[in-house]
């Protein structure tokens, strides 16, 4: 398990063994599916303007410095680089949550879209599509 990641999301409710992670095996499918990179969903996310690349100090409002330490060696001076999973792993987690703000909007974002797009979700009225509540 990575020591910079979250404990609680890298449980083994995924069926992987203790010490052992998914990480790179989530990030290179988050690439084969054409997700955008961490920082498009952040900028996204937290509604900041975009700020030049390689700019780490935006995300301190998200991480702790450690884990900016982190990303900048690994990455270099390239942030648009970081996989949505990566980046969002290394979130403090927002309180009463396990995971951090970035992937609370990317999971909020997404179930807006599957509710509303869902004609027999209860809360629709889109008669007479729409079951009986």
């Known amino acids: ?13 995924s069926g992987v063994q203790p010490g052992k992670t998914r990480g790179l095996s989530w990030s290179t499918q988050g690439r ?19 700020a ?13 410095p450690l884990n900016i330490n982190t990303l900048r060696e690994t990455y270099s001076s390239n942030l ?12 403090t987690p927002v309180y009463g949550a396990v995971l951090g703000p970035t ?4 999971l909020a974002h997404q179930f807006a879209k599957v509710r509303n797009s869902d004609r027999f ?13």
């Open 1 to 13: 398990v990575n020591r910079h990641s979250n404990p609680a999301s890298t449980s083994t409710a």
């Open 32 to 50: 084969d599916h054409g997700v955008p990179d961490y920082m498009t969903w952040f900028r996204q996310c937290s509604q900041t303007v975009d």
């Open 52 to 64: 030049a690349p390689g700019n780490y100090s935006e995300l301190l409002q998200a991480m702790s």
């Open 80 to 91: 648009e680089d970081v996989d949505l999973i990566v980046g969002g792993s290394l979130e």
């Open 103 to 106: 992937l609370v909007c990317v």
């Open 121 to 133: 979700w209860y809360e629709n009225d889109i008669p007479p599509s729409s079951f009986n509540r």
